[in-house]
């Protein structure tokens, strides 16, 4: 109990009270609880999908490689993977680790960088 006091967690209590309202509040989206953490994950995921059409537009033809897996892969076949993985990778590191999930998330580039370059 002692690190939720120190970190100043939020309770679903806190979800409920009345904020000031602040420049990315938007009212089509208060049912969920934001914070800059998730607003930064689906920024994440818009980037990837962005820098995905960008480079099918600048080397188009991602054809399917068949790699270690023995899987036909294209290039979104492997950002799914990558990402699915990536979030299997976190939900270990919580279990098993803890809540500092720097070393995960590097551990993940790296996972992500394997995953493109040989499945």
């Not at 109990?1 to 000031?20: C, P, S």
């Not at 990536?86 to 803890?98: D, K």
């Amino acid at each position: 109990m002692m690190m939720f006091n120190i970190l100043n967690a939020a309770t679903w209590g806190d979800m409920a009270k009345k904020k000031e309202k602040g420049f990315f509040d938007f009212e089509f989206i208060t049912w969920m609880a934001w914070t800059w953490q998730t607003a930064a994950f689906f920024i994440f995921i818009a980037l990837c999908l962005t820098a995905m059409v960008i480079w099918e537009k600048k080397s188009p033809g991602g054809s399917p490689r068949k790699g270690i897996l023995g899987l036909d892969t294209t290039r979104g076949d492997r950002l799914f993977i990558s990402l699915l993985g990536s979030a299997f990778i976190h939900l270990f590191w919580l279990a098993l680790v803890g809540s500092i999930l720097w070393l995960a998330t590097i551990f993940c580039i790296v996972y992500a960088v394997i995953v493109f370059r040989y499945v």
